[in-house]
């Protein structure tokens, strides 16, 4: 990463190089609607929310304008004192298209940011960049996985039982079997990372769960994936793919796989129907508990109630999106989060430096060269 | 419908068929999870519902197990009054597959019942059949439209402003802009009947809303759609075909369009997922509410707030699906709609005979072909 080089701070930067137990989390300190103001504070609350054992040897480095972020930093020395500033002559802004991105890989906030990871400076990457710029950057500076074209985007879902990961909410709008089974393999290896569980379930989104259901893809992948499945059993060097079948949409809340899988197009169309479902409800409560005094009385009383219930459906509580498939971790974070959202997308990161991420991912797409 | 010529009741039949007035409505008995006891009362709500007005000329032609009709009908006799029975040797069971159903489209209640709209003795059928053997029937006994291979299923969907037509829910997994275009068509008619609406809108859900959003396929139908509703505004012989542009999930609890077009697999997935999120929430909030004994106190307070929310989304409300495509009109019922829920159903039939429904589609189809 010659940019870092030249800068001021290159003694700092090396004696990190130098110290193998650390791990460095950049972050682009300007993606997101609010910039330095909702990043370092995230960073912060993130600091605060690992156990000591966890932060151990965790060094940030922000990337965009110095002064800005300086002047963030100042309110938090114990995160200063952990944290280096890489200041980019141009940041790449929420509304730039990937083609500018691109076109300042070498020199701003978001493709330093990158390098920093590609040059292994850094061990992680959060920003809050649009997903177009940000995926393109990361392809293009990170690579991807052989096999990958381009990068598939999980989400998190609450359900009855907890959490699940769904995938693909990206750019991957029409998928092959060939792709959907990377995504299911992909995807279990982020959920056993994220929810530290040995065999994770997964399902494969489809119109109905009986065998006979859905098109001819759908049915190939499935058929694929049960085969998966039958060869990590025979094989004791190899943790159990634990397919699960086919689920339904309801199934997505009712926690029956640890990780669903559909292509981007049907994933993105589930997610926003349920985000507008969340909404109209809330609004259905707020209107009929406005219709009459009692009502009013009522709704006050009930706000806890409903303070929980938001709670656990809270979408900060899910921020931070892995992409897969590239070579190292980039982590995303919702363009709107606010402090305490950015700081889950830090945790991901965290978290995933802190598994054989990577390592397991590349391992566990070498099976589909075994149903072939 | 040489069938029916042979029945005991051959003068009545043949007296209905002299009255030129009459609209009859022909209705599976047997289907559905509980037959002709939900069915029979569903009826008799339906009839309480509509106005003598729309009620004038209606008879109803109930096909099944007589015996076991006749006990039901028994209890209304208002309604018997205008009621005649066919029995039928054969039931198509809720369990059967499309293929043993057609075996049986000459002699069971749910071949018998689409018969009757076939040869003109009735103008409508309604079921509770399961839509696999429904779609087949009506398909193979009522034709499709030029152009229609196969029918599409709506739903309806409430939102901010009253209710909106989303298709397809059925079988049409992988759709053509072709496809995608006669859905559009459809769907705009059903609003326009449904809604009372002159120019109801329409929008192709998509992953954005941008022009630039989505796949090869979505584009282009987007693309076509456009122009057809700038034909419309050009043709003073055309109402307006008034078409949004895409939306996305969210929307379609926004209220942004009166008709919601998608491919049978997305409109699945959306369908479900929303069920999922709204069972979901009502057991947070019922979790919540009984963890102490004061939120067990204010979950009894809230309940005429909740009730009012169920009652915008109750499923039942919007029973009835009208199998778009097909040359007579025929109705779903949910097979395990409840009496209200069934009754519902009816009066989309009788809200479908008395508009000139398929008409309107096929000189709507037609518009097709002005953008080739």
């Given at each position: 990463?010659?940019?870092?080089?030249?800068?001021?701070?290159?003694?700092?930067?090396?004696?990190?190089?130098?110290?193998?137990?650390?791990?460095?989390?950049?972050?682009?300190?300007?993606?997101?609607?609010?910039?330095?103001?909702?990043?370092?504070?995230?960073?912060?609350?993130?600091?605060?929310?690992?156990?000591?054992?966890?932060?151990?040897?965790?060094?940030?480095?922000?990337?965009?304008?110095?002064?800005?972020?300086?002047?963030?930093?100042?309110?938090?020395?114990?995160?200063?004192?952990?944290?280096?500033?890489?200041?980019?002559s141009v940041i790449v802004t929420n509304e730039m298209n990937?083609?500018?991105?691109?076109?300042?890989?070498?020199?701003?906030?978001?493709?330093?940011?990158?390098?920093?990871?590609?040059?292994?400076?850094?061990?992680?990457?959060?920003?809050?960049?649009?997903?177009?710029?940000?995926?393109?950057?990361?392809?293009?500076?990170?690579?991807?996985?052989?096999?990958?074209?381009?990068?598939?985007?999980?989400?998190?879902?609450?359900?009855?039982?907890?959490?699940?990961?769904?995938?693909?909410?990206?750019?991957?709008?029409?998928?092959?079997?060939?792709?959907?089974?990377?995504?299911?393999?992909?995807?279990?290896?982020?959920?056993?990372?994220?929810?530290?569980?040995?065999?994770?379930?997964?399902?494969?989104?489809?119109?109905?769960?009986?065998?006979?259901?859905?098109?001819?893809?759908?049915?190939?992948?499935?058929?694929?994936?049960?085969?998966?499945?039958?060869?990590?059993?025979?094989?004791?060097?190899?943790?159990?793919?634990?397919?699960?079948?086919?689920?339904?949409?309801?199934?997505?809340?009712?926690?029956?796989?640890?990780?669903?899988?559909?292509?981007?197009?049907?994933?993105?169309?589930?997610?926003?129907?349920?985000?507008?479902?969340?909404?109209?409800?809330?609004?259905?409560?707020?209107?009929?508990?406005?219709?009459?005094?009692?009502?009013?009385?009522?709704?006050?009383?009930?706000?806890?109630?409903?303070?929980?219930?938001?709670?656990?459906?809270?979408?900060?509580?899910?921020?931070?999106?892995?992409?897969?498939?590239?070579?190292?971790?980039?982590?995303?974070?919702?363009?709107?989060?606010?402090?305490?959202?950015?700081?889950?997308?830090?945790?991901?990161?965290?978290?995933?430096?802190?598994?054989?991420?990577?390592?397991?991912?590349?391992?566990?797409?070498?099976?589909?060269?075994?149903?072939?």
């Amino acid at each position: 990463m010659p940019a870092l080089r030249h800068s001021p701070i290159d003694d700092a930067w090396q004696a990190i190089d130098a110290c193998e137990g650390f791990r460095s989390i950049a972050i682009d300190a300007m993606g997101g609607d609010f910039g330095p103001l909702v990043v370092v504070e995230g960073v912060h609350i993130a600091m605060s929310q690992l156990s000591n054992n966890r932060l151990h040897g965790v060094r940030f480095l922000f990337f965009g304008d110095k002064p800005q972020i300086e002047t963030e930093l100042a309110k938090y020395p114990k995160l200063s004192a952990i944290s280096l500033i890489n200041h980019t002559s141009v940041i790449v802004t929420n509304e730039m298209n990937p083609i500018d991105a691109l076109r300042h890989k070498d020199d701003s906030n978001l493709g330093l940011a990158i390098a920093a990871v590609a040059d292994g400076t850094a061990h992680a990457v959060v920003s809050a960049a649009n997903t177009g710029a940000y995926v393109t950057l990361a392809k293009v500076i990170l690579g991807t996985l052989p096999g990958i074209d381009r990068p598939a985007i999980p989400g998190m879902m609450p359900n009855k039982n907890g959490m699940s990961v769904v995938l693909d909410l990206g750019a991957n709008l029409e998928c092959s079997s060939e792709r959907l089974i990377q995504f299911a393999l992909m995807g279990e290896v982020l959920a056993k990372a994220l929810f530290n569980k040995s065999s994770p379930t997964v399902g494969l989104l489809n119109v109905g769960t009986e065998e006979m259901k859905g098109h001819a893809v759908v049915q190939q992948t499935g058929q694929k994936l049960h085969l998966i499945d039958k060869k990590t059993q025979e094989d004791p060097d190899l943790d159990r793919f634990s397919f699960h079948g086919f689920v339904e949409g309801t199934d997505i809340f009712r926690g029956v796989t640890d990780v669903i899988v559909t292509d981007g197009f049907s994933g993105n169309i589930a997610l926003k129907s349920i985000e507008g479902a969340a909404l109209f409800f809330f609004e259905l409560i707020k209107k009929s508990a406005t219709e009459s005094l009692w009502n009013k009385f009522i709704a006050l009383l009930m706000r806890p109630i409903l303070k929980n219930v938001k709670k656990t459906i809270d979408p900060r509580l899910y921020n931070g999106a892995v992409f897969l498939g590239l070579k190292k971790i980039a982590v995303k974070s919702h363009g709107g989060a606010d402090p305490f959202g950015f700081a889950k997308a830090v945790c991901v990161a965290i978290n995933m430096v802190q598994s054989n991420f990577s390592d397991d991912i590349e391992k566990r797409l070498q099976l589909v060269s075994k149903i072939q």
